[in-house]
């Protein structure tokens, strides 16, 4: 254990024992550093470990303080322990019922896979439609649709500079939303009865692009803090002929999780060993709560393997359906696959969030929606602790709105989802996510909608039904 | 032959001998009726053959003129005359090439797949859009975005009640586009290795999208006026295992052609006794230049057999990304590929085409449009008349906006695209329209754009290339 690690886990400790309290500010880095005789840079490192941990969180301008929520004594859930090596994937229907159930408005959106709409500036960006709109030629349409809008592409290519990676223009494909840059990405490095390594619990989307392009499935169980085993990714690699790997490295729905920067370079030397290129979904990447956002692999990805995929529908423009990829040495092939399909997303969509990014202040309104997504992960937690039996287990992601919880073992979330329904109450049972069906005992949680009353009922009546299995 | 069709043949004699002239207004029904001691329903039915055959237009309420160019002596190209039952598909490439040569906006675009943008209410759309926005509630965007706007819905079954298709809701799924409907479309009733009837010459991106999902072509003739070889067909479906027929109905993709009604009608009563779906690709269905629209099959199918693909891009919104499908019985499983793909269009682009449906004046708008197709169409014909050689042949379509030229057998397309593009003007060459890459010496040409002495000029350089072969 190193010096840093050390000092983390003894203040992890003042945290647990109460010594620390919730709220309470932690000693500055020059005080911790006399206090505990180590140099500043070993305090920072300490500190930055215990933020990723959800322990504690630094306030712009003010220092570190301890989460409102890190003495709670939930503790985080165990992996995917299955040893299962390949699975053919049938979760559509499932997942299917499970989204029909959320349409209905009045119902408590837990199951949601969206934040709350009151969340983003929509009136701004209506401006933002409205005064592109009237600068946009006719031609730009026709130009536009083919190639993408090439303000909104410079505007994604400066985010990208500022995250360290210099990405050719060729390199970027826009596209409907993530979801068609995640499809296009896999299509582009696969054919039908091909092997794919995901995630165990994945992205429930993951496992029906799987299922209806006929591949196989590869599923790498996932530590609820530390991300993707890599272990076992390393011997499925030496022993399987994966063809690619889709894996979201930063708050990884639905268990949160993120890769740590050297479990990312240790990921990539795999891919760059075995010649596998990686889909990485990074659509959170903008919902991080600590001081500095996370670095995508795509940062280190000297050798085009990785397609790094996001999208506005998260961060700030739900329903306009834009997304894209920086698509390594595969970029022209998905061009072209999405040429055949869509051939573009909507050219007044892409030009309204071009306007916004220029003109619409992106990053003050990244730091309210960081703000609010934090706070009501603290409430639901709170919410959690109050209310669910002893034996409940809960992450802490350090970003995006999901908490995953394990539950007892006795408890069926299959069956806990149709009770909850009944009641109102919407939530994402955990057999959704994963193509052998797993999880029975687990359920993903929605936190990304304002806190209230309602809420914490929905909550307490949830608490109800899990102690009546 | 029928009395109406002699009586029509009568007449499209007196046109091409020069006794009726270009422009020249045609005896009043009740007048021929007189002359001829026919019935007037006889003269009605001879009048539409004559305006089918583009020889004459009817103007609204002023009765029935000769077609400017109905004189000119350019014959009609010859069907596919290729006997191969199947064929690989490996297009692709081709199509690029041809598609990477369009970028330059100071081509002429006679290459171009898309009308002139300038032919679009684009500032009354964006009206609509920031009027749209405006009372669009944040909730309904994640409604919409999953189940399609409601208003937009009911303004495309609304067009389809007065078409004559009475359209439960739930058949109706909205798309990126019709490309988007067509590739889900095929998707939902194909696997990789199967069969499937398309159209020889055929729209390049039927022959991508089976390439792309490893299906084979069945290629059916398409004669340039009468539409898909039926006979052949019959013989196809009877001896091969096709799972699917993707045809264009009206105006097809590149030559024009229109299956009569009881074209249609035989169509629909072959794929009904074999029990194989249609998908009906009808994208040019709003601009046809007669009196009456053309009846998609889909009028008929009280089997659910038809997946009937339509958009607003070649109407009303370029860019803007908003199809859909009629999908028959196979709805729900479309609606579900939509779902994995590309979870939906973007929702402020069918917003604003929802309010520009209620409050643009749409059919005003239509009426320009096709007027100002037809105009160029006559002069794109005047003009090839005028400069390409003795020999060549070409379609008249009674609606859309290409037309498709068959070169004397010396000229290779291929070679023809390579040397125009040099000299500034694109067009279509032939074999980018067939799996087999046949119709070397067809090419197809847009006339969408306004008529000018630049056309003029284009067409005069594209003469004396032909002239070189």
């Not at 004594?73 to 040893?83: H, Q, V």
């Not at 990485?280 to 692999?297: F, N, Q, S, T």
Request: charged share 20%.
């Amino acid at each position: 254990m190193k010096r840093y690690e050390r000092l983390a886990d003894d203040i992890a400790g003042l945290i647990r024992n109460g010594i620390l309290t919730p709220g309470e500010k932690i000693p500055s880095v020059r005080h911790a550093s006399k206090t505990y005789g180590v140099s500043p840079s070993t305090v920072f490192q300490a500190y930055y470990l215990l933020e990723d941990r959800g322990l504690i969180q630094a306030r712009a301008r003010s220092g570190y303080f301890v989460r409102a929520l890190a003495g709670l004594p939930t503790p985080e859930p165990r992996s995917d322990l299955s040893t299962q090596e390949t699975t053919d994937v049938g979760v559509s229907e499932l997942v299917f019922s499970v989204l029909g159930s959320l349409k209905n408005p009045h119902t408590m959106p837990f199951g949601s896979a969206f934040p709350s709409p009151d969340l983003f500036p929509l009136a701004r960006l209506a401006r933002s439609m409205t005064h592109s709109l009237r600068t946009l030629s006719p031609h730009d349409i026709i130009a536009d649709m083919t190639a993408g809008n090439p303000d909104l592409m410079r505007q994604i290519a400066l985010r990208y500079m500022v995250s360290g990676v210099m990405l050719p223009m060729e390199e970027l494909v826009v596209t409907n939303g993530a979801l068609e840059a995640l499809n296009l990405s896999l299509q582009s490095v696969t054919q039908a009865g091909d092997l794919v390594a995901i995630e165990s619990p994945a992205f429930y989307a993951c496992l029906q692009v799987l299922e209806r392009l006929e591949l196989k499935a590869v599923e790498i169980p996932v530590h609820p803090r530390d991300g993707v085993d890599l272990k076992i990714l390393r011997e499925r690699l030496a022993s399987l002929p994966i063809k690619a790997c889709w894996f979201m490295s930063s708050f990884q729905n639905p268990v949160g999780a993120s890769l740590n920067e050297s479990r990312k370079q240790e990921l990539y030397s795999l891919l760059c060993e075995h010649q596998v290129p990686l889909i990485e979904d990074d659509v959170y990447a903008e919902l991080y709560y600590g001081e500095r956002p996370p670095k995508p692999i795509k940062t280190l990805d000297t050798q085009g393997l990785v397609m790094h995929c996001s999208s506005f529908s998260k961060s700030l423009a739900p329903g306009y359906r834009v997304g894209w990829v920086a698509g390594g040495r595969f970029a022209e092939r998905i061009a072209r696959l999405k040429l055949m399909t869509t051939i573009s997303p909507s050219v007044p969509a892409q030009t309204a969030i071009a306007d916004y990014l220029q003109h619409g202040n992106y990053d003050r309104h990244l730091r309210k929606l960081r703000y609010a997504l934090e706070s009501q992960q603290d409430a639901m937690l709170a919410s959690a602790a109050r209310h669910f039996p002893a034996g409940t287990r809960v992450t802490r992601p350090a970003g995006g709105y999901f908490l995953w919880f394990e539950f007892p073992d006795n408890v069926d979330s299959l069956q806990l989802f149709k009770l909850a329904l009944a009641q109102g109450i919407s939530l994402a049972p955990g057999p959704i996510f994963s193509a052998s069906q797993g999880f029975r005992h687990c359920a993903r949680l929605n936190y990304g909608h304002s806190w209230g009353a309602e809420s914490e009922q929905a909550m307490a009546l949830l608490g109800r039904m899990l102690r009546s299995f």
